[in-house]
């Protein structure tokens, strides 16, 4: 691995991240404020049918061409890596062209029927144009990522978010006035113009990219088994993770009202957790996610070359990584939860379930982080799986304790589905990975650490409205966090631990 290029790569992807989660934080902020909770829930409701369509059109593909074009250019074989693009961008047309087509055509069956709500119909025919375009971004993004050019992956993404705000600031304040079903297609409208137009960047910067590659090949050798063991792995699980999510996001009205909640306040309730507490929770994962992105090649590719060791240091480092990142950003989330309600939402009742929330954290950042190693040791069968076996219980889960318990059914179908999906991917990780996991000294001592500086900020003299406020208790939580490992690192040798080289 080029540890030097590696290093900038994900400078550069944290930056643009930053840049492009706080934008879409800022986005659900305006959107909230827009159209209320009801609004982002029925807009929530609209997502998870055309994640569904998405997942079955570009899952798999992405990962498939940077496996594939990562192996052959490291052999020097370039002219088959040329070739698998070209294939893959046949198969992504055709099969999202399909899918799209099929999701216009049965939009009211998928809206009314299977949504229970006929407002979200015309949201649904709207984005099903973007289908194409959107699989297409895929396959280039995995060839990007293989070639190691994260820049144009990540202005491709900024492009994509600055022109979909950019829509909805112009067309909600005309749509929303007509009822919530048009102030969701102010969103729909943007989220399909920005698709095609980060389509067109991404295939303008690849044919540049891909003409400098010298080489021809008419075939790609075993090109439909490995598709097979590739790319319909992923695809298949994210395509069982996305309809059964799709049926549990269906089920969550309808289990509240159930409950006794009427049909408005079980989507505005739906709505504040799934669009805006979950932004928050998720949103410190910029610092994290580009790691489970950026290792996939090299892992891929020191396996390829049978440097056993190399995958064995860089999976240790990662996933210590993970967790030690992941430890402090629940601390802080639980102890600033109202702070973060008020500031961002204005709302209390938004802090109160980042507090219930956030013990997930370290369980879905780790899982990120595990799930991208395991993708790079052609693990894509025990994804499949898990995702499977995670789905089916959170469905369940969601159909028979929410009209019981109501909200908190809701939260306990997500603790159990966290808890779940990663111990499964982390049992696995271990098994292939072989190795052994500190608990004193990767979970233990981290939580430790970050405990006493959450005590103290929280006793700071600011208002709980005070974004200055807010920010100087972040940093002096990071700051006394970090201290605090350097210190017992270098007082007890029981904490250190031995440098790892990646080769």
């Not at 900038?8 to 159209?35: D, E, Q």
């Not at 040791?377 to 789905?391: A, C, G, K, R, T």
Request: hydrophobic share 50%; proline share 3%; net charge positive.
């Amino acid at each position: 691995m080029n540890k030097k290029k590696f290093l900038v790569n994900s400078i550069l992807l944290v930056a643009t991240a930053l840049i492009i989660r706080s934008m879409g934080l800022a986005f659900r902020v305006y959107m909230s404020n827009t159209i209320g909770a009801e609004g982002i829930g029925l807009y929530q409701l609209i997502l998870t049918v055309y994640m569904f369509f998405a997942s079955v059109t570009t899952a798999g593909i992405s990962l498939f061409v940077t496996r594939l074009v990562t192996d052959y250019l490291a052999r020097g074989e370039n002219g088959i890596a040329k070739r698998c693009v070209t294939l893959c961008l046949i198969i992504s047309v055709g099969i999202s062209t399909a899918f799209g087509i099929m999701m216009f055509a049965f939009s009211n069956e998928l809206g009314s029927v299977f949504l229970g709500d006929s407002r979200t119909v015309l949201s649904i025919k709207i984005l099903a144009p973007s289908l194409p375009f959107m699989a297409v971004s895929a396959c280039l993004r995995g060839y990007f990522l293989a070639r190691r050019s994260v820049i144009t992956t990540s202005f491709e993404q900024l492009l994509e978010q600055l022109a979909e705000i950019a829509v909805f600031a112009i067309l909600v304040g005309k749509l929303a006035p007509m009822g919530l079903e048009y102030a969701c297609c102010s969103i729909v409208i943007g989220t399909t113009g920005a698709e095609i137009i980060s389509c067109i960047y991404s295939y303008i910067l690849y044919r540049i990219s891909i003409s400098k590659i010298k080489g021809k090949a008419k075939r790609v050798p075993h090109f439909l088994s490995k598709f097979t063991s590739i790319a319909l792995p992923v695809t298949g699980s994210s395509c069982l993770r996305s309809g059964l999510s799709a049926i549990e996001n269906s089920l969550i009205p309808t289990g509240l009202r159930k409950n006794g909640s009427n049909y408005t306040n079980a989507l505005s309730t739906y709505g504040t957790i799934s669009g805006m507490v979950m932004p928050i929770i998720t949103f410190p994962a910029i610092f994290i996610m580009p790691l489970s992105t950026l290792i996939i090649p090299e892992i891929s590719q020191a396996k390829a070359q049978n440097k056993e060791n190399s995958v064995r240091r860089i999976s240790e480092r990662l996933f210590r990584i993970g967790l030690l990142y992941s430890i402090p950003v629940m601390a802080i989330m639980i102890f600033l939860s109202n702070e973060l309600g008020i500031v961002i939402y204005n709302s209390s009742d938004v802090g109160i379930y980042i507090a219930i929330l956030a013990p997930v954290i370290p369980l879905m950042y780790l899982d990120s982080v595990v799930d991208g190693i395991l993708k790079g040791l052609n693990e894509q069968v025990s994804y499949l799986i898990f995702n499977f076996i995670d789905s089916v219980i959170r469905v369940i889960l969601t159909y028979f304790l929410l009209p019981i318990m109501g909200i908190k059914g809701f939260i306990i179908v997500i603790f159990v589905s966290e808890s779940l999906n990663t111990s499964l991917s982390i049992w696995r990780f271990l098994k292939v990975v072989q190795l052994r996991l500190k608990i004193f000294e990767w979970i233990i001592r981290p939580l430790l650490c970050v405990a006493l500086p959450c005590l103290l900020i929280i006793m700071l003299p600011f208002k709980q409205d005070s974004i200055l406020g807010l920010i100087i208790k972040i940093l002096l939580s990071c700051i006394g966090y970090i201290l605090l490992l350097y210190i017992t690192r270098r007082n007890d040798k029981r904490f250190s631990v031995q440098k790892l080289r990646i080769e």
